[in-house]
């Protein structure tokens, strides 16, 4: 078990944000600051997620400037950008490092605009999500984000038979989650008939089975173990595994196996001492319907090639025997790129302590966070547990 | 380290060839890198990939990237012997397990060429 515990989370609402990096990034710090109990200069070192702020808004080098922001100037400050897995990757940093004694109290979280008050309308802002993707080898295609995962789940239906209609639960299940999530960017319920009826955007994805670009920040208080009982409100962090695949994605060994994924569940799971079956809710990166059906597989929750089944039978439902993203994931709760890897960490922590209101899941002692960057290429899946 | 470089790989698209690199531990990979993704050997063999093959998966992309003026096309993963290339197809749609072969090639960013492929 890593020798960690989150002590403090917060977040900004998902959706749209007229407001500056510096200023969404300051509320959700001073969220997980005040629900920590802490003050910035308790704080060794800052952790810092930012994938794209300098394609979008013009903005680089924002480690500084959101620590003079928080008045943790002088901190030394990482950032970290790997495409939608960029704040994991910060968090397992973090963890490691207070793990080693590097540092006893560190303050890791992401932000990121998408919307439209960056300038940026659909067409640019696809482009400099596809920047993600393989400059040479596949941009020149006019590969989109909703392209590399649409690519892999067809090859997942041709497999395993998946269905649109089983992708459509996914959907369907995630917004009703989100409907209880007060900061979710979407919080309406939907139907199969309506997603199945949605203009195509990449097939077999049509526009609801596609997260939204939204803007938002997300921030956790992570201290060395031997510290957790001095706060109020600690929950353990059981392990963080970190792998990557193969880019391009044609080059990988196999397109629905999302390899990097499961290599990184096993090295949490191996540290944390558990199995899959062990764990009782999983927030997976749903960036589109068939991404969850590939995570829920490749993290264990559901066999190979049944993960479309299980969504559709309610199984990964809230009160189903596996729910998965009971937040309402990235597909309800929206995904400003640089922060939903922390955003994951916020709903694992409020779950684990009974403190997440209508979409509490029972029993919920063990989560697992699995964020994923680029075509599958990076997965970070970190394991959080009640205190012990 | 392999010989291959972008550079030569794109000529050769242009040229109407795909190059791809074996490795002895019996991965080919379909677009050039130092060395193997897989095993990191750096004592690949440059070969000549079939233009034949068949598609792996494929997507119809209708919200297109800036720069990529007219939504619809679509996007496949080949399998070209031992390899896979991505590329587009143009003419008739294709589905998974459908034979395509090497028809030319576009250039619409930034001068990249992407294979393009049409059904046999």
């Known amino acids: 078990m890593a020798d960690a515990a989150v002590v403090g989370a917060g977040m900004t609402e998902f959706g749209v944000h007229d407001t500056t990096l510096q200023e969404l990034f300051g509320e959700a710090a001073f969220a997980a600051l005040d629900d920590a109990g802490v003050e910035a200069d308790a704080l060794d070192a800052l952790y810092f997620g930012n994938a794209m702020g300098g394609q979008t808004e013009n903005e680089t080098h924002l480690g500084p400037r ?15 950008e790997d495409a939608c897995a960029t704040s994991a990757n910060a968090f397992k940093n973090a963890v490691q490092a207070v793990d080693a004694g590097v540092h006893d109290i560190v303050l890791v979280g992401g932000v990121e605009r998408c919307t439209p008050v960056t300038g940026k309308e659909t067409p640019e802002m696809t482009r400099i999500f596809a920047s993600a993707s393989h400059r040479q080898y596949e941009q020149p295609t006019g590969l989109t984000f909703p392209g590399v995962f649409a690519l892999l789940t067809k090859r997942h239906m041709h497999e395993h038979g998946t269905t649109e209609e089983q992708l459509a639960a996914v959907a369907v299940k995630n917004h009703a989650h989100g409907t209880h999530n007060p900061r979710a960017h979407f919080g309406k319920e939907t139907t199969v008939e309506e997603v199945l009826e949605g203009p195509v955007v990449a097939d077999p994805f049509r526009l609801m089975d596609c997260c939204p670009f939204s803007d938002g920040a997300s921030a956790v208080v992570v201290v060395g173990g031997d510290l957790a009982d001095s706060f109020d409100a600690p929950v353990d962090v059981g392990g963080v595994g970190h792998a990557t695949d193969v880019v391009p994605l044609g080059d ?12 990184a569940a096993s090295e949490a799971y191996e540290e944390a ?28 929750f559901a066999p190979d090639g049944e993960g479309g089944t299980y969504a559709a039978e309610g199984r990964t439902s809230l009160s189903g025997d596996r729910p998965v993203n009971p937040s309402g994931g990235l597909k309800a709760k929206g995904h400003p790129i640089g922060a939903t890897g ?17 979409r509490q899941v029972t029993d919920s002692e063990v989560g697992v966070a699995h964020n994923l960057g680029g075509d599958a290429a990076t997965t970070v899946v970190s394991v959080l547990e009640a205190h012990s | 380290m392999s010989d291959l470089s972008y550079d030569e790989w794109a000529d050769a698209v242009r040229e109407g060839r795909l190059l791809g690199l074996a490795c002895s531990c019996g991965h080919t990979n379909g677009s050039p890198t130092a060395a193997c993704p897989h095993c990191g050997s750096r004592d690949l063999e440059r070969v000549d990939l079939p233009t034949e093959g068949v598609v792996h998966t494929e997507t119809t992309i209708q919200v297109p990237p800036a720069t990529f003026e007219t939504r619809g096309y679509q996007v496949v993963v080949v399998e070209v012997g031992d390899a896979r290339v991505m590329g587009r197809v143009e003419g008739d749609e294709v589905d998974i397990g459908d034979r395509v072969t090497l028809a030319g090639t576009i250039a619409e960013d930034d001068d990249h060429p992407a294979p393009v492929f049409e059904a046999r």
Do not use: M, W, Y
């Open chain 1, 342 to 358: 922390t955003a994951q960490i916020v709903e694992l922590t409020e779950q684990i302590r009974g403190t997440a209101g209508e």
């Open chain 1, 66 to 80: 959101v620590a003079s922001h928080i008045g943790a100037a002088g901190l030394p400050v990482q950032r970290f």
């Open chain 1, 252 to 263: 990988k060994a196999d397109l629905t196996a999302t390899q990097a994924a499961r290599d």
């Open chain 1, 273 to 300: 001492g558990i199995t899959a079956g062990d764990a009782d809710f999983a927030e997976v990166h749903d960036c589109f319907t068939g991404a969850e059906v590939l995570a829920s597989e490749a993290i264990g």
